[in-house]
């Protein structure tokens, strides 16, 4: 069977792409998702805070959800849940496996990756200690909590600061569990400003900055952790040493995109992020498969996953109809000093416009953001504020595109005097 369109992924970056592609007349599309319902995480995220940017209105995951998936019906959009991806290739076959119609090989004019990303586990990370019960990653715990209606410990230290271990904090609060700290190994916290306020100080949990669990204890649960402060060079300070009696350790130590497979499609991926290599239409280095939401870098907001999806739907439904563009004299993105990794990498020439998405490596106050064409300056932007945990966007017109005389662009993050 062919298809005009398969997304693979039926989370809030998959259902955006299929509907944008809709709009731009496909006809014949179809969304793979693996569990048995679309939605992706957003299913188990039941706090609001989702929607603002899109929707102009605060909104909890499954409602975000629930808005996409409201949109599908009299689309034409055929959904296959409860369906196995297990090879993308490069000539657009999608190879899947569900329990009803067993195994099949499907064709597509087009494909939008949209596999989302997954959270570092214990072993990644080699924490040393016992290996006991009550040890999750904090999308684990939210998923026991929150869908499946089981408590996973009643104290609680969260190693990690992202956004997902500052929310399960004040969940656990919330469930009536006692948060004993939260233990981040850097300077400074990796989640959202709004997440640090309203999940940490407003419930009184304490946040050790440059800290990092040392060993952990029990037998057969979790009996209690060690905390060290590090220093520069991450190693433990002797002394500084906090023991914590606590029966669970949740872990919140970064996202990475779910990119199998990308790598076995011999996808072009970014070692900076992990995540699929794009141009700034979304299209991957093989022509026709396009990638959008956490399987190319890891978002803060679900509402610009949403907005790139939608650019990567409609690049999907341009390729279709019109054909593969030129990537002739491309322009490539690069990183200055300070900015850890930039999205995309390569932008046409003829392109509209552009935007970029990245992080900056440390916590700046007043600051300036440069892009450069060599030594040229093309256009600079003022920040107050900037912090690794906090995605930052610049929009790049055609006008300042056209300005490019080289073959590359630079971007900087540098802070300035008052």
Sequence with gaps: MTYELIVVGGGPAGLAAALAAREKGLTKILIIERDKELGGILNQCIHNGFGL???????TGPEYAGRFIKMLSGTGIEVMCDTM??????????HCINPERGYQVLNAASIVLAMGCRERTRGAISIP?????????????????????????KRVVILGSGDIGLIMARRMTLEGAKVLACVEVMPYSGGLQRNIVQ?????????????????????????????????????????????FDCDTVLLSVGLIPENELTRNAEIELDPKTNGVAVWENMETSAPG??????????????????????????????????????????????????????????????????????RVRRIFEKSVITVKDGDTVLAQLKRAHMAPGEMERVKLSRRLLDAVEGNEITVYAEEVDE
């Design 129 to 153: 200690g016992t290996r006991p019960a009550g040890v999750l990653t904090a999308g684990a715990a939210q998923r026991y909590v929150n869908i499946e209606g089981h408590m996973v410990g």
């Design 289 to 358: 498969i396009f990638a959008s939401g956490n399987v190319v870098h890891v978002h803060d907001l679900v509402d610009y996953v949403t907005g790139e999806s939608k650019l990567a739907g409609v690049a999907a439904a341009e390729y279709v109809k019109l054909g593969e563009r030129s990537r002739k004299n491309a322009i490539t993105v690069k990183e200055g000093k300070d900015v850890g990794f930039i999205v995309p990498l390569y932008i046409h020439r003829e392109a509209m416009d552009a935007e970029l998405f990245f």
């Design 53 to 59: 940017h899109y929707f102009k209105e605060e909104l």
């Design 199 to 243: 999940c940490l100080e407003d419930f009184d949990i304490p946040l050790y900055l440059s800290h990092t669990i040392i060993d952990i204890r029990g037998k057969n649960r979790v009996e209690g952790v060690t905390i060290a402060k590090v220093g520069p060079d991450r190693k433990p300070v002797k002394g500084s040493e906090i023991d």
């Design 85 to 94: 991806v297990l090879q993308v290739t490069k000539d657009k076959q999608v």
